[in-house]
């Protein structure tokens, strides 16, 4: 069992605040709250010197209300029991606030992945995957893996391989593990779904005119200014929308170090500049800041912490200077933060639900999958022809034409790229209304993120009452 509890305590915090709010039976609150099943692996990786290395790895199940259980997979130094039990805890609470029908779950690897060559971590990822078939923690139908922290299509890919020659009968074998490329059974937007998920967050947040006014904002996310730390896979696709969508960048910061210009950063080219000098830092009309971590207190209306969790703390809170934080990453503020941003009326859109947006589109790759089919393989070119025949009958009885480039742009059947980005702002969009709601009905003292845990346990209860207890 695990040993200190740290992240997970705190995400357990969160849930008993949020459960006061409810009338549901003790017992069964203690059962979704217990992390089910967590298995500890260790096994030998073969370094490229010849030597021998013992390499610890976890994968945690927290709750197989609904199956799969499903979270992502995480390389990095910090990977614990404890800290795979909460994220896995939050991927339970997630999935139900975003209804994707699965249980939750979190693994990972214990190491510094730049201290790996590409066919050692190709070794090390095989094997985890391995371990985790041979005690039934991986496959379609009980546990399907995605990317986090350190990881990407390519691991997702290896894993998807060595699951498939392992489980040779299993039809359905792609669906083990979710985030692979597009050739491997991947579903075009996955990668950036999560920081897409992100910015509509946002964007439903900041919509609303009567919320802004209690934080001294205006509605809209043009001509905000934002601040994103860790510019990995969500933070670089969240502050991509986000200037997208017409923000300014203001901070930056990367592991090495951070970056402010209150004119504005262009991403493109801070990332270029990074590529080639291999540090964020010096870039041409910006000024560094001392430590990566002064981005957090930097002037700006919305702070994007997208690297790791604790990143806000007891200790820096006081000192952050954001309207609204909108957690791209899981667990960046600790319970200690957010009563002090709480008091400082910082308006928190929860972990939990703002980055949500990747298990969703996961579960779409998970259904394409299951189908065997690219979506929109059906119905594109029906509707590219409904549309053009609705064109025909409108030109003729108006008697205008539309220009060539209009009827192109009219009669377009949806791509499967612009299903998963729809079925995406769908749910980001309802997800956050029902929230926001939940937190309107209990009155001042109720923030989003006691407001997202209300709905997630409402439904997991609902669940559960269903199911009855086997045997
Ligand atoms: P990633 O490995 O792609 O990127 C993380 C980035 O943060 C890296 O570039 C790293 O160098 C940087 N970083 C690390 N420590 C830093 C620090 N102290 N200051 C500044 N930068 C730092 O990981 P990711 O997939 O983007 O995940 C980031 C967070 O988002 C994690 O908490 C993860 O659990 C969460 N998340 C990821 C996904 C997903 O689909 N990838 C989905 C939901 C939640």
Redesign the pocket.
Known sequence: MAGKTVFFDQVNRNFDKAAAYTKHDKSLLEQIKVCNSVYHMAFPLERDDGSIEVVHAWRAEHSQHKLPTKG?I?YGMLVSEDEVMA?SALMTYKCAIVDVPFGGAKGGIKIDRTKYSDAELERLTRRYTFELFRKHFIGPAIDVP?????T?PREMAWIADTYAALAQNDLNALGCVT?KPVPQGGVRGRKE??GRGVMFGIREAVCSAEDMKAIGLQPGIEGKTVAV???????YYAAKFLEEAGAKLVGL???EGAIWNPNGLPLEEVMAHRKETRSILDFPDAKNLPR??D?LEVDCDILVP????N?ITGDNAPRVKAKIIAE?????STSEASEVLAQKGVFIIP?MYL?AG??TVSYFEWIKNLAHMRFGRMEKRFEERAYRNLLTAIESRTAKAFTADEATGFARGASEEDLVNSGLEETMANAYHEINEIRRQHGRQCDLRTAAFICSINKIVGTYAEMGIFP
Request: proline share 5%; net charge negative.
């Open positions: 992502g995480r994220l995605a990317p986090d922290y350190g990407g985030g779904a999560t730390q860790g510019l990995g896979n969500v933070g910061s990367e592991i990566a971590e981005v997208a690297a790791l969790e990143q791209g990453a899981n667990g960046p972990d980055n990747g298990v």
